[in-house]
Structure formats: C-alpha cells, structure tokens
C-alpha cells in the first residue's frame, strides 16, 4: 500500500517529527544505516528551510523507486519540500555550500542536500513559492549492477507524488511506471473512497500493472479490471508511450485527470465513467497524440480540484517530474483551500539533452 509521511511544518517544533518520519521511512523501504542517517539530515535541513525562510510549509515523505529508472519497486524515499513563502531569487547562489539568508543559519542547508542526496532538483519563483525534491536510495558502487541500474536508459522521464486525507498512515492513491520494450507505461490509479481499503485497491492496479506492460492501454484496464474484483474498486488512467512512433495512447476509467502540453498548449485527456473492479464500461475509449520534444504529461486523481490551472512556464518540464508534479500539487491548494481527499500527480517528461534525472 501506498505509505504517506506527511508533516505541517510551521515552527521549529515539528524538525525533529520530519526527522523521524525520514527514519520510519527508510526503515520501510529497508535502507541501511548510512542511507538513513543521510535521509535524516536531508529532511532536517529542508524543514529547517521552511521555518527560517518560508514561514513554514509541508514535508512529504513517499516510498519511491530509483530516480534515473522506470522499475516500480520500492528502493529508497523522496523527500518533497513545500511552501507558498517568498520564493529564492538567485537559485544557483542558494545550492552552493556556505550560502544563507539568515543570520541564524550555518548556511550549507539545500547545498548539503544537493551534495549528498542521490537525486535533488529544486523549483522557485520568486512571490510564489518553493518545492524541492530528494531522492535517497541503497548506497551505489562505482562500476556495481546497482550504479549501472542508475544510468539512464530512456528518452523520458517519469516521477510524481502522493499524500493522504488528513495526515492519514496510507493513501488511497498510488502512481507506478514500467516499460515493455519501446513503450513506456504510466498508470495512476485512485482506489475508491479513502484509508486503508481504497490504497489496497491502488496497490493491485499497481501489482497488476507488471503484469500486463506489453499490451496497450485499453487492454490493460481490462486485465486491470479482473484483478481488482476482489477490491472495492478504482479509478485508473493509463498512459502510454511508445517511444518508436513518438505517439502517446490514453485510456481512462473513472475520475481520473489527465492533461498533455505540446506546443506551450494545454489539452485534456479524457477518461470514461465506470469503476475498474466493479463496473467497467463496454468500450474504452482511447486518444492517441503526438508526443514531442517539449511534451509534458500531467495524471491526477481528483483529490485536485476540477478546475486547476496547469502550470504556464515553459521551462518547468526541464525539472525532475516528481518537482513538476509536486509544483502542480502545491498550486492546487493551499491553507486557504486545502484539498479534500487523498491527492496524487504524476508526470512524463523527456528527458533533457543533458540526461539528468
């Protein structure tokens, strides 16, 4: 099931609950000692961000898979940072060791993160608001099986993020990716309801999505459809990308949201009514679009509101998409609004000339 540490950070009280959520997480994911104590200090220095210079904010805490692969099994956590507060205005300045704002800072917060976590990416603007994203996994070895399964193997990325109703222990939303060949599977899936019941519907989509990569979208929701009959049901989108073509199917069953940006140009991507496990439509239509270079794909649950309003800078799916998703899931709400069910997004992007994560 989807395991959620999510922590309100608005004074310097709740630094030691992330620390300890950032442990408890790596505890899950079976992390060693090293790797935790790493997790711990990322966490802890993110937070310690949001009390001196966000006015506070909110850590997330997710189980994750590797950042440069599209394997959906769990090897490390994501440490998400997120905030409404007054924005970086010099980001390169703020990644380097040594620099602070605040005279009360040691000064090596997000360069230390940058240095020590296996991935960090970072987004802020300036009266907006900032997310940062860490990734901390197993220990790497130069030349191991484990380094080489971190180079990247594909033109494109995919990331994303999940929290719970209410601080809840697990959410009913879950996000996996998997590839079969040339194609490249995203699949969301928001189990009906809340709590424990609707994250056990998610984690069989998930399960089930191993299964069945090698077939098209509308037929995996079929397959999908069998093996969740023994749950309550689930809302579940299923994108896919053949790499070959340069051609992008979706198909959707339920309330799942999904929008594709070609061109500087939103546009949805439309899912059928129904219940995948319970009641599945007689024919699911599919949408096939052309992806490009400066494609982004964007699936969420509908723990976002109806009418959220996608991201409009051009280089934002030049960032990690787990950053690109959790950039679409901080604007979607905020103290004033909150959102109101369990909420997931999840991201496809290229990925950059530079092949970073």
């Known amino acids: 099931?989807?395991?959620?540490?999510?922590?309100?950070?608005?004074?310097?009280?709740?630094?030691?609950?992330?620390?300890v959520a950032a442990e408890a997480a790596c505890t899950h994911a079976g992390l060693d000692p090293h790797a935790t104590a790493v997790a711990a200090l990322v966490a802890t220095e993110l937070a310690s961000n949001l009390v001196k210079h966000a006015v506070g904010g909110r850590i997330l805490i997710n189980l994750a898979g590797p950042a440069?692969?599209?394997?959906?099994?769990?090897?490390?956590?994501?440490?998400t940072s997120l905030d409404h507060g007054p924005g970086i205005g010099n980001v390169p300045a703020a990644l380097r060791d040594g620099h602070s704002t605040a005279p009360s800072s040691l000064g090596a917060g997000l360069g230390t993160c940058l240095r020590i976590a296996h991935a960090f990416?970072?987004?802020?603007?300036?009266?907006?608001?900032?997310?940062?994203?860490?990734?901390i996994g197993r220990a790497r070895v130069p030349g191991s099986a484990l380094a080489e399964q971190h180079r990247p193997r594909t033109g494109v990325r995919a990331g994303?993020?999940?929290?719970?109703?209410?601080?809840?222990?697990?959410?009913?939303?879950?996000?996996?990716?998997?590839?079969?060949?040339?194609?490249?599977?995203?699949?969301?899936s928001d189990g009906l309801g809340h709590g424990d019941k609707a994250a056990e519907a998610s984690a069989a989509a998930i399960e089930g999505l191993g299964r069945c990569a090698d077939l098209p979208p509308a037929e995996i929701l079929r397959h999908l459809h069998t093996a969740l009959r023994d749950t309550r049901g689930a809302a579940v989108g299923v994108?896919?990308?053949d790499?070959?073509?340069?051609r992008l199917s979706y198909a959707g069953v339920g309330n799942i949201g999904a929008r594709l940006r070609t061109d500087a140009t939103w546009q949805p991507l439309?899912?059928?009514?129904?219940?995948?496990?319970?009641?599945?439509?007689?024919?699911?239509?599919?949408?096939?679009?052309?992806?490009?270079?400066?494609?982004?794909?964007?699936?969420?649950?509908?723990?976002?509101?109806?009418?959220?309003?996608?991201p409009s800078e051009p280089r934002l799916g030049d960032h990690n998409p787990a950053v690109v998703a959790a950039v679409v899931l901080r604007d979607a709400?905020?103290?004033?609004?909150?959102?109101?069910?369990d909420a997931s997004v999840a991201v496809l992007a290229p990925r950059p000339p530079d092949g970073r994560a």
Do not use: C, K, Y
């Not at 709400?333 to 069910?341: C, H, N």
């Open 270 to 310: 439309l899912s059928h009514p129904g219940i995948v496990g319970a009641h599945f439509p007689a024919t699911v239509p599919v949408q096939v679009n052309a992806w490009r270079p400066d494609s982004l794909l964007v699936l969420h649950s509908d723990g976002l509101p109806g009418r959220w309003v996608p």
């Open 68 to 79: 440069d692969t599209l394997a959906p099994d769990v090897t490390g956590v994501q440490i």
């Open 239 to 241: 994108a896919q990308l």
């Open 333 to 341: 709400g905020s103290a004033a609004r909150p959102l109101r069910d």
């Open 160 to 188: 994303g993020i999940t929290t719970a109703l209410a601080h809840a222990e697990h959410s009913g939303d879950a996000f996996g990716r998997v590839r079969s060949g040339p194609r490249v599977t995203l699949l969301l």
């Open 243 to 246: 790499e070959e073509t340069g």
């Open 121 to 135: 990416d970072l987004h802020s603007r300036p009266g907006q608001g900032t997310v940062a994203v860490a990734r």
């Open 1 to 19: 099931m989807t395991r959620v540490w999510d922590i309100p950070v608005q004074d310097s009280t709740r630094i030691r609950d992330v620390r």
